[in-house]
Every structure is written in structure tokens, then in C-alpha cells.
């Protein structure tokens, strides 16, 4: 799977490192689908180094049961140093960040002390999020909504003069890519509410959740995107 995307780095006197690239498949609230992804990647000897510009990075080593934990950042987009000591000292390595969400891993396999077990706790920490991606929802929906008043009656009834002209065009093509947004943000909204309504319930997370479906369906899905743009 990843050797498609798979290349060495040499280096004089140095054991050459195989890295490899996978074009990032779940969204950042899919917070059990990505800690089951990674384990799942590390049984298969490839550990995580980097998420950057679409794609997840990945270094090539000997398969391990390695445990990955995904945390939400309580301010901004980082970490306190503090509580990077904390979960250091609790046997977890601070990977990697996606925006607000933070890569944990533990550094010995069965030698660490669990994240999270308060539910309750744990739910409050993912409130961040939600409010994070409810405030980004609101933003691109304002933005649609400014787009679609500016051009006022003439979205609602184009004319073969409208369809022409090149501003009317790029403003009818941002209006369906703000409304693609938009829609996204508010699946996220809803798979967040999902995790914390579960977490309020007294569950905790499945850190082995299933997700070979949703990726195979978002494969799916970007395959045919591509054969779209190819044909026009």
C-alpha cells in the first residue's frame, strides 16, 4: 500500500531510510479511524512522521504493536510544554500535529499509562474542536452567503450573458466550492457531536475502530474526481 509512494534516502556511512507517502484519507475529526490507521501501519513496520500538505509520512521500520493516541490542543493549535511532559513522562512521544489535533505514540510497546479514562473529561477536551470547526463552518457559509447577495438576482437567473462572462463564472465556481465547504464542515460538526454524545454515554473510544470501508470509499471517491476533471 505504501510502496507505491515509497522512496530512499541515502546517506554516506548511514543505513539508507525508506519513506514513504500516503495521501491523507480521513478527516481530521476522525479521531478513531486514524488511531486504528496508524497502529495498523505500525503492525506493517511504518511509523508516522509528518502530516503535510494532503499527504501522511511515514518512515520504514521493524512491525511493532504500537499504540497511537490522537489529543485535541486546549489552546490554539499547540501544545502546552507541560503537557508534552506529561504524557512524555507517561511513556507517549508527541509526534505530530493536524491543525488542532495532536499525534501521540508510545514509546514501548505495554509501558504506558492511558490517556484518557474519565469520559467525561475526555469529551470536554473534543468540545474544542467541535467549536473550532463550527466557528470555520460559519465563516465559509458568511463568505458563500456575501458571494451569492453580491451577485443578487442574476445567480438565481442567469442569462446566456452571464454564462460568459468570466466574473460571473468565477464567482458561480467559488459559490459551489464554498457550498462544498460548507457541507463538509457541518459532517464534521456532526461526527464530532457523535464521539462526544458516545463519550457522555460512558463509552470510550475504539481505538481499533474498522475504517477499510470509508477508505475504500473515499478511494472510490477520488478516482472518479479525477476521471471527471479528466474528461472536461
Known amino acids: 500500500m505504501v510502496s507505491a509512494f515509497s522512496f530512499?534516502?541515502?546517506?554516506?556511512?548511514?543505513?539508507?531510510?525508506?519513506?514513504?507517502?500516503?495521501?491523507?484519507?480521513?478527516?481530521?475529526?476522525?479521531?478513531?479511524?486514524?488511531?486504528?490507521?496508524?497502529?495498523?501501519?505500525?503492525?506493517?513496520?511504518w511509523y508516522l512522521i509528518r502530516f503535510t500538505f494532503g499527504?501522511?509520512?511515514?518512515?520504514?521500520?521493524?512491525?511493532?504493536?504500537?499504540?497511537?493516541?490522537?489529543?485535541?490542543?486546549?489552546?490554539?493549535?499547540?501544545?502546552?510544554?507541560?503537557?508534552?511532559?506529561?504524557?512524555?513522562?507517561?511513556?507517549w512521544e508527541h509526534v505530530t500535529s493536524r491543525r488542532f489535533i495532536h499525534i501521540l505514540r508510545e514509546q514501548r510497546a505495554g509501558e504506558t499509562v492511558e490517556i484518557h479514562t474519565d469520559s467525561m473529561i475526555h469529551a470536554g477536551s473534543i468540545k474544542r474542536l467541535k467549536r473550532n470547526t463550527l466557528s470555520r463552518g460559519f465563516t465559509i457559509i458568511f463568505i458563500t452567503m456575501l458571494i451569492v447577495f453580491s451577485q443578487g438576482y442574476r445567480f438565481i437567473n442567469p442569462t446566456s450573458l452571464d454564462l460568459l462572462e468570466d466574473y460571473f463564472l468565477s464567482n458561480l465556481i467559488l459559490v459551489v466550492i464554498y457550498l462544498f465547504l460548507a457541507v463538509y464542515m457541518i459532517r464534521g460538526m456532526i461526527h464530532i457531536s457523535l464521539l462526544i454524545r458516545k463519550l457522555k454515554r460512558n463509552e470510550m473510544f475504539d481505538h481499533e475502530k474498522p475504517y477499510q470501508r470509508k477508505k475504500m470509499m473515499r478511494f472510490l471517491i477520488q478516482q472518479a474526481s479525477v476521471l471527471t476533471v479528466m474528461k472536461h
Not at 74 to 84: A, G, R, T, V
Request: aromatic share 10%; hydrophobic share 45%.
Open 8 to 45: 530512499t534516502i541515502l546517506i554516506s556511512g548511514e543505513i539508507p531510510i525508506v519513506i514513504g507517502l500516503i495521501i491523507t484519507i480521513f478527516d481530521e475529526w476522525e479521531l478513531e479511524e486514524q488511531e486504528s490507521w496508524l497502529q495498523d501501519m505500525a503492525r506493517n513496520g
Open 55 to 91: 499527504f501522511a509520512e511515514f518512515v520504514k521500520g521493524e512491525p511493532a504493536e504500537i499504540r497511537y493516541r490522537l489529543e485535541v490542543a486546549s489552546k490554539n493549535k499547540q501544545l502546552e510544554d507541560e503537557q508534552i511532559e506529561l504524557y512524555e513522562a507517561a511513556g
